[in-house]
């Protein structure tokens, strides 16, 4: 078969999820619709976390057997999973691979249409809408997998000992319970929410959006974590005023070492991006014109049409105290099964906890969804072990990759430096705890 009439296929990236479509290409990364992954140059890297192409696989959506389709409203026990964002599908799929009866409830507090969470940090500039961000609709994904879908429907209760969830739908009645909730936006109180955007989820970045979409405007983001930095970038792209503004004197200041974060400082004003450090927001205002204004606790006042929180994440605990479940920080989970306290309730990504460490990153969610339907479903298994996943900022303007787990207790050294890249490490015991690369380092 020719390529010419050969089915367009689709590969995966093992590390964050991202789907590589030969039909569509990646434009942005000069792979022009129709390029076949063979075709792709071998430095090329993946534009959402920067490893290469052979951290790709084929990726072949599961078709569900007939035998697999659940009845619409099924009644009885079952396999119960809260949460329809990347870690409630994955927990679906990975339990369909292995049993293709068992019954499944999804229950999503929005719609649970299926979208690539990290591509919210860089779709503005893209021109990307809502609409092409969702790669399945949840109504498509539950018939495909024979689940029984409960969107828009609220936690409002679990009991444990009786294998039961209230719902703003009704008791369901379970075997097994799976949490995979994710966690929201910690938002001060000098933040209302009625004033500022959340870029957490596929429905809060949409509206903030619809009016970028409108024109240029001046968007102020409060925050400068990965989070905050991946958006500030995004939006000047995209032709906004962007001010970024963040109580420590550098951006990323909890993860990189000055010298790091000074070359980062340096790479965003040169796309525009206002940095202010070293203040805290006292308040935010609407104005009469629709505009808000920010005031800070040293005296400065900062009017935008945008304000935008990206002041970290916090596990909501309302579901495990119901539950009488353990927390810390996050449900605490068995490293190896993600159980929690509970033998009957598992837990993954975003919301859970190992060793009282929020666990909030992709690429350990599909290996955490395995481990799970293995132990719901009784099936032999080596568990999940857990491994620092490499921490990738996408900011195209200047890539900073890191290693490891950055230690308090030792020293950054320089190992390599010129105009264009910095390659820091950290040494422990006398052995590299952790390694980062910022920027690009010349060719050979």
């Not at 293709?100 to 860089?122: F, M, N, W």
């Not at 703003?168 to 955007?197: D, M």
């Not at 870029?199 to 400068?224: C, E, F, H, T, Y």
């Not at 906890?353 to 909030?360: E, F, I, T, V, Y």
Request: aromatic residues 4%.
């Amino acid at each position: 078969m020719s390529a010419i009439s050969q089915p367009w296929r689709q590969f995966i990236c093992r590390a964050c999820g991202l789907i590589y479509d030969e039909e569509q290409g990646d434009p942005d990364s000069g792979l022009a619709a129709g390029t076949r992954f063979e075709d792709i140059p071998e430095d090329w890297e993946c534009p959402l976390c920067g490893v290469t192409k052979l951290d790709f696989e084929p990726y072949v959506r599961r078709e569900a057997a007939p035998a697999c389709q659940v009845p619409a409203f099924a009644c009885g026990s079952g396999i119960v999973v809260v949460g329809a964002g990347l870690a409630g599908w994955a927990a679906v799929e990975a339990l369909r691979e292995l049993d293709g009866q068992v019954p499944i409830t999804l229950v999503s507090a929005c719609k649970g249409d299926r979208y690539h969470k990290p591509e919210l940090s860089l779709a503005v500039s893209r021109g990307m809408t809502a609409e092409k961000l969702v790669r399945e609709r949840a109504v498509d994904a539950a018939r495909r997998l024979g689940v029984r879908l409960l969107a828009e429907t609220f936690v409002v209760g679990l009991s444990p000992a009786l294998h039961q969830l209230r719902t703003t739908r009704g008791t369901l009645n379970y075997t097994k319970l799976v949490l995979a909730q994710g966690a929201r936006p910690a938002l001060p109180a000098e933040l209302p929410q009625a004033l500022c955007w959340r870029v957490n989820d596929l429905a809060g970045w949409s509206g903030l959006q619809r009016q970028l979409a409108k024109g240029p405007q001046r968007v102020v983001i409060v925050g400068a974590g990965m989070v905050g930095c991946e958006l500030a970038e995004d939006f000047a792209r995209a032709g906004h005023n962007v001010t970024l503004l963040d109580r420590c004197n550098l951006p990323l200041a909890g993860l990189l070492p000055d010298a790091a974060a000074q070359r980062l400082l340096q790479s965003q004003a040169a796309l525009g991006i206002d940095y202010l450090g070293g203040v805290e927001v006292a308040g935010v205002e609407a104005l009469a014109d629709g505009s808000r204004r920010i005031s800070t606790r040293c005296g400065l006042a900062l009017d935008a049409e945008q304000v935008v929180a990206a002041t970290g994440l916090v596990t909501d605990e309302r579901i495990a105290r119901l539950a009488g479940l353990a927390f810390e920080r996050g449900i605490r989970v068995d490293p190896a099964t993600l159980r929690s306290s509970d033998p009957d309730i598992h837990a993954l990504g975003d919301c859970v906890s190992l060793d009282g460490a929020p666990c909030r990153f992709i690429e350990p969610i599909a290996h955490q969804a395995r481990a799970i339907a293995h132990a719901v479903l009784g099936r032999e298994a080596e568990g999940y072990v857990h491994s620092p996943p490499v921490i990738r900022l996408k900011t195209r303007s200047l890539p900073i990759e890191l290693h490891g787990t950055p230690c308090a207790q030792a020293e950054w050294t320089v190992v390599q430096e010129d105009d264009g890249f910095l390659l820091m490490e950290q040494r422990l015991d006398g052995r590299t705890a952790s390694t980062l690369r910022v920027g690009q380092a010349k060719a050979a």
